[in-house]
């Protein structure tokens, strides 16, 4: 009963970054518990990606084979089916737009207590995850009260493991879904158009700081004075003010510029997920607090609105 | 057909602010309509006001008295009726835990007997993002989570959605109902309330339901999870803060970007 249960994220027949990151978190609460690490792989060729999956730390991995697209009906069976079978202590998913999807339910079937995009762990006799709150303003330390709980993780915050090892590798025994609830169809390419910025080398982004679709205008122009490619924060796109595939973020592209200017993005874990490997980060906020200072290499603490034409200026334009 | 809307009124926090004990003084909280459940509200109304027959749009939601504001906004939006539950027991502690939620919407909603229960991604204070998917299975009901696209034909056939996943990617996927689904930003443009939708919102049904009401044992609602620290995070921030005027802080910014060497010429 001081096992861990982490559930490794695929897509289109390869393991996501995130599984790697998963398995290390899954080694640093086992030494922490004093059980060992299963990792469970959901559909697709699970044999074959729990080949890729055994690393260093792993005791065992359980794999349901099935086709390839995701169906949550089979990670709720398959990991409802794991812990009957090692009865773990805690289950660790990603939090993932899929863990987010299979995760919740999982609890609910166990009647476990969960808690959702831990970005620290740390085990004492009981398990206290560390997340973040109010747009990551604050942070909060959330003992869980129970002796068993699903987590999930925000797996960037973790290193990916690397040693290779030699978990035992099992199929689980379960009378496999037999009427799914739901039908993955296809998978779309949103981000896709004649316009990749995840080539630009300079780009400019603007945020909900720009307040007004017509303010738009003075970052079209910064834009342009400076030969830069225009980008932007989520709800620029949500507001339809700009196309998705000018979006950087987890949801949208990651890019790595040599300079990437943030225009009144106050920097949600989401956005610096997507920009954070620039080279040369500036930003341009009004909150001096705001997150995207975490990752700027220079911040300009004013009013967009001031400092944008002063800029255009600088760089010969004419703002509007 | 039957459409559930579950929302909640979240608390958005000052620029400026401090944490006392494990919370923040009311003094810095501003109190709104959760931003994503806005969305779900815009949805449920697109998908009454664009079919003939009846829909009906009922808006649930766990919160105190001061929350009806929140709840009569989405009624002024074009719900309905509203459902809201309140309760000495759920007042405290004031983190309410992903189990808690699920086990009274779920009560609610049985009550209710919806086609279809929308609801937003996440809420934008404790960020869970799992009510919706775990009241979806408490209910035995189908789910997608994290849809941005929604197209219902009838409540005998199965929706399909879109769920937005990472990297620019959408899972098209077909889901029997009925079902819970949690909808993203941006599959709508929410609307304003308009003056006459806020007149009407006045008289709408707004029924205010207590544990007992719901036949919820006090006892099972036991959290478990317990808030035991709440804290400014620490910066770990190395940015070089460009000071003074617009005027200047843009001469020193342009000479770093052309020293990054992007600029042509």
Same mark, same amino acid.
């Not at chain 2, 309905?80 to 309760?87: F, M, N, P, S």
């Not at chain 2, 919706?132 to 209910?139: I, K, Q, R």
């Given at each position: 009963?001081?096992?861990?249960?982490a =559930?490794?994220?695929?897509? /289109?027949g390869e393991?996501r !970054?995130?599984?790697?990151?998963l398995? #290390?978190a899954?080694?640093?609460l086992v030494?922490e518990t004093g059980?060992?690490?299963h990792?469970?792989?959901?559909?697709?060729?699970?044999d074959?990606l729990?080949e890729?999956?055994?690393r260093?730390?792993?005791?065992r991995i359980?794999?349901?084979?099935?086709?390839q697209a995701?169906?949550? !009906?089979?990670?709720v069976e398959?990991i409802?089916a794991?812990v009957a079978?090692? $009865?773990?202590q805690?289950?660790?998913a990603?939090?993932s737009v899929?863990g987010?999807?299979y995760?919740p339910?999982v609890?609910?079937a166990l009647?476990?207590p969960?808690v959702?995009?831990?970005?620290d762990?740390a085990y004492?006799?009981s398990l206290?995850a560390?997340? $973040?709150m109010y747009?990551?303003k604050?942070? @909060?330390?959330?003992?869980v009260?129970?002796?068993v709980?699903v987590v999930?993780?925000r797996d960037s915050e973790?290193?990916?493991? /690397?040693?290779?090892g030699d978990p035992?590798?099992t199929p689980?025994e379960?009378?496999?879904?037999e009427?799914?609830g739901?039908r993955?169809?296809?998978?779309?390419?949103t981000?896709?158009?004649d316009l990749d910025?995840a $080539?630009?080398e300079?780009?400019?982004?603007v945020?909900?700081?720009i307040?007004?679709?017509e303010n738009?205008?003075?970052?079209?122009?910064?834009a /342009? @004075?400076?030969g830069a @490619?225009?980008?932007?924060?989520r709800?620029?796109v949500?507001?339809?003010w700009?196309?998705?595939?000018r979006q950087?973020?987890?949801s949208g592209?990651t890019v790595e510029p040599?300079?990437?200017?943030?225009?009144g993005?106050s920097?949600? =874990?989401?956005?610096?997920?997507?920009?954070?490997?620039?080279d #040369?980060i500036i930003a341009?906020?009004?909150d001096?607090d705001?997150p995207?200072?975490?990752?700027?290499d220079?911040?300009i603490?004013g009013?967009?609105f001031?400092?944008?034409p002063?800029?255009i200026e $600088?760089?010969?334009?004419?703002p509007p | 057909?039957?459409v559930a809307?579950?929302?909640?009124?979240?608390?958005a926090?000052d620029d400026?602010?401090?944490v006392?004990?494990?919370?923040?003084?009311?003094?810095?909280?501003e109190?709104?309509?959760? +931003?994503?459940?806005?969305?779900?509200?815009e949805e449920?109304v697109?998908?009454?006001?664009?079919?003939?027959e009846?829909?009906e749009?009922?808006v649930?939601?766990?919160?105190?008295e001061?929350? +009806?504001?929140?709840?009569r906004?989405?009624?002024a939006?074009g719900?309905?009726?509203?459902?809201? *539950?309140?309760?000495?027991?759920?007042?405290?502690?004031p %983190?309410l835990d992903?189990?808690t939620?699920?086990?009274?919407l779920a009560?609610?909603?049985k009550?209710e007997d919806?086609?279809?229960v929308?609801?937003?991604v996440?809420?934008?204070d404790d960020a869970f993002?799992a009510t919706?998917?775990?009241?979806?299975?408490?209910?035995g009901?189908e789910?997608?989570?994290?849809?941005?696209?929604l197209d219902?034909v009838?409540p005998?056939?199965?929706a399909?959605v879109?769920?937005? %996943?990472?990297g620019g990617l959408?899972?098209?996927?077909e889901v029997?109902?009925?079902?819970?689904f949690?909808i993203?930003t941006?599959i709508?443009?929410?609307?304003?309330?308009s003056?006459m939708g806020?007149?009407?919102?006045?008289s709408?049904? %707004?029924?205010v339901l207590?544990?007992?009401?719901?036949?919820i044992?006090?006892?099972?609602?036991?959290?478990?999870?317990?808030? +035991?620290?709440?804290?400014?995070p620490t910066?770990?921030?190395d940015?070089?803060? *460009?000071?003074g005027g617009?005027?200047?802080?843009?001469?020193e910014?342009a000479?770093?970007?052309?020293?990054?060497?992007?600029?042509?010429g």
């Open positions: 009963m001081s096992d861990v249960l =559930v490794a994220d695929h897509r /289109e393991p !970054d995130g599984s790697y990151r398995i #290390t899954g080694r640093e030494a059980g060992t690490l990792l469970v792989v959901v559909g697709g060729d699970a074959r729990a890729d999956l055994a260093a730390g792993v005791d359980h794999t349901l084979r099935h086709e995701f169906n949550h !009906d089979l990670y398959a409802e794991v079978d090692v $009865e773990p805690f289950v660790l990603p939090n899929n987010m999807d995760a339910a609890a609910t009647d476990w969960i959702t995009d831990a970005i762990i004492d006799g206290t560390t997340r $973040e747009g990551s604050v942070q @909060t330390d959330v003992r009260s129970e002796p709980a999930t993780i973790w290193e990916p493991t /690397e040693d290779a035992t590798i689980i379960t009378a496999e879904a009427s799914l739901s993955v169809l296809d998978i779309e390419d981000g896709a158009g910025i $080539e630009a300079f780009i400019v982004s945020g909900r700081g307040e007004e679709e738009l205008e003075l970052i079209e122009r910064l /342009e @004075t400076t @490619t225009l980008a932007a924060s709800p620029i949500d507001n339809g700009l196309p998705s595939n950087v973020g987890q592209k040599d300079v990437y200017i943030a225009i993005i920097g949600a =874990v989401q956005h610096l997920a997507g920009m954070k490997q620039a #040369t341009i906020n009004t001096p705001a995207i200072f975490e990752v700027a220079y911040g603490n009013d967009l001031d400092v944008v002063a800029l $600088e760089f010969g334009g004419t | 057909m039957r809307v579950t929302v909640r009124e979240v608390a926090v400026n602010f401090e006392s004990g494990t919370s923040i003084p009311e003094q810095y909280l109190y709104d309509l959760n +931003e994503w459940d806005d969305y779900a509200v449920a697109q998908l009454k006001e664009a079919r003939d009846d829909v749009v009922v649930v939601a766990i919160g105190p001061r929350s +009806e504001e929140t709840i906004m989405a009624l939006k719900a309905d009726r509203a459902v809201r *539950i309140w309760d000495d027991a759920l007042a405290d502690p %983190l992903v189990r939620q699920r086990t009274v009560a609610a909603l009550a919806p086609d279809l929308l609801t937003g996440q809420a934008s993002g919706g998917v775990a009241l979806a299975h408490a209910l009901y789910w997608a989570a994290v849809v941005n696209d219902v009838d005998s056939e199965p399909t879109h769920r937005e %996943l990472e959408e899972e098209v996927t029997n109902l009925p079902a819970v949690t993203q941006g709508n443009e929410p609307r304003y309330a003056l806020i007149r009407q919102a006045q709408k049904e %707004l029924q207590d544990l007992d009401a719901l036949g044992d006090r006892d099972a609602i036991t959290p478990a999870l317990e808030l +035991e620290a709440m804290y400014k910066s770990e921030s940015a070089e803060m *460009i000071e617009p005027d200047e802080a843009a001469g910014l000479e770093i970007v052309r020293d990054a060497g992007v600029i042509e």
